[in-house]
């Protein structure tokens, strides 16, 4: 158990919709980070937060948004949903200065 | 631009052998590498990291090897057991400034197979 959690474990949506993906870091941590897994593409970094700031966007799309909140714990929006977008999302977490990310177990999105 | 490439996609291992895993990177500006072992439908695991100031690191019967030069590093698992069949990433990152690391790149993994 790395500490981080996530929630829902499982979704499934139809094309058009907007899911809420929901992530909790460890204690103490204050970097919150997004990825996104799907086949073809292997894990592909999304975006990260610091104490509630953007600190770095990767390969994320228009439609997608995210946050984090006063405490720590943050929000990956995805709206207008493509069949494409069907994958496993994960947040991970770490302690400032430090290069080691500790992952959740991940939210497998299915559009339908 | 896959800056960090795993290019054997599955390795078969007899139980008590030693296992090798490959990876190489392109950008000289990662300087923190990490492996992660994972398991369908589960989060990463962390397992190891090495910093780019060092050219080996060892927690138990994992040890983490980096030549710097050769852009390349690797992680061998003595003996390798049935429990440790599951795909392992390789991953880099860069010092981002202030007291920060930023992003993760990933390689695209090896199925690690170990045979009783």
């Known amino acids: 158990d790395s500490g981080v959690t996530q929630t829902p474990k499982h979704l499934i949506t139809a094309t058009g919709q907007r899911v809420t993906l929901r992530c909790s870091p460890r204690?103490?941590?204050?970097?919150v980070y997004w990825y996104q897994q799907s086949l073809d593409q292997g894990l592909q970094f999304l975006i990260q937060?610091?104490?509630?700031?953007?600190?770095a966007k990767g390969n994320i799309l228009e439609r997608f948004s995210a946050q984090q909140f006063p405490d720590l714990h943050s929000e990956l929006n995805l709206s207008s949903l493509e069949l494409g977008d069907s994958a496993l999302y994960f947040c991970?977490?770490?302690?400032?200065?430090?290069?080691?990310?500790?992952f959740g177990p991940g939210t497998r999105l299915l559009v339908l | 631009d896959q800056q960090v490439k795993q290019n054997s996609p599955s390795l078969s291992v007899q139980e008590g052998r030693i296992s090798i895993l490959n990876c190489d990177y392109t950008?000289?500006?990662?300087?923190?590498f990490l492996w992660y072992k994972k398991y369908p439908a589960e989060g990463p695991t962390f397992l190891i990291s090495?910093?780019?100031?060092?050219d080996k690191n060892e927690d138990g019967r994992f040890t983490v090897f980096l030549n710097k030069s050769a852009k390349h590093l690797s992680l061998h698992i003595v003996p390798s057991q049935p429990g440790d069949s599951a795909v392992y990433f390789c991953?880099?990152?860069?010092?981002?400034?202030?007291?920060?690391?930023?992003?993760?790149?990933f390689g695209q993994g090896t199925i690690l197979t170990v045979h009783p």
């Open positions: 991970a977490s770490s302690v400032e200065a430090q290069g080691t990310q500790y």
């Open positions: 204690s103490g941590d204050l970097s």
């Open positions: 937060y610091y104490n509630g700031e953007e600190r």
């Open positions: 950008n000289s500006m990662f300087d923190y």
């Open positions: 090495i910093s780019s100031i060092k």
């Open positions: 991953a880099a990152s860069a010092y981002a400034g202030g007291t920060s690391y930023g992003k993760l790149t």
